[in-house]
């Protein structure tokens, strides 16, 4: 469960090597919460340097500390809205995705599109089931092992907006005029899981056509 905690004060900041700790004064119960951003990733049981890594912390520092990243100690002093999730905090409102246990496979559902977008190598449809948030994907990529991430592949995209496109009866482009769609999925299982921590995955059927 999410719990936004209010505008807290930014106490103390520390910058090392490969990420920035912030120390937040929960002035209510007399407690810190503590946010993290990383600068590098963490790979292989070690830190690499990452251009995107950086970039997005970069961005962060401006758009949300609003402040220049190599100016980020003199942030302290500041209040800023900050959200507490089970194990971590944040300064943004975290969408916590749900995931369907094995034992619900073979069910078909009723649920509402509250989000369509595109993130690297992927579609993301986000839905809302029971007032949780579940998501179903259209992956276009391919798992890189030695750059340790997904590269788009553009022949399949466009057969992936072709779905799209054959489900939903719109472009992809227009994407946003499905949002409060009441759609069919259904739970399948995850083959692909070795861990027991994915044992699901979500299926939505495809809208009827219009008369």
């Known amino acids: 469960m999410v719990k936004f905690l209010g505008e807290l004060e930014l106490v103390e900041v520390k910058v090392e090597d490969h990420s920035a700790d912030m120390t937040f004064l929960y002035e209510e119960l007399g407690e810190i919460r ?67 246990e094995a034992d619900m ?36 990529g391919k798992w890189i092992q030695a750059m340790k991430k997904s590269l788009p592949d553009p022949q399949k995209k466009q057969r992936q907006l072709d779905k799209f496109e054959e489900k939903f009866h719109v472009p992809f482009d227009e994407k946003d005029s499905l949002i409060g769609t009441s759609v069919m999925i259904e739970v399948k299982k995850n083959n692909m899981d070795s861990t027991g921590k994915n044992p699901t995955y979500i299926e939505i059927k495809a809208l009827p056509k219009k008369k």
């Open 34 to 100: 503590e946010v993290r951003w990383y600068i590098d990733r963490y790979e292989d049981k070690k830190w690499v340097k990452s251009d995107e890594q950086r970039e997005k912390f970069e961005n962060n520092c401006e758009s949300i500390l609003k402040i220049a990243p190599d100016k980020i100690e003199d942030a302290v002093g500041n209040k800023y809205s900050v959200w507490e999730g089970e194990k971590y905090c944040y300064l943004w409102e975290p969408q916590e995705i749900e995931k369907f």
């Open 105 to 140: 496979v073979g069910q078909i559902l009723n649920a509402e599109i509250v989000e369509i977008n595109e993130y690297e190598a992927v579609i993301q449809i986000k839905l809302n089931y029971e007032d949780k948030i579940y998501q179903s994907k259209m992956n276009f």
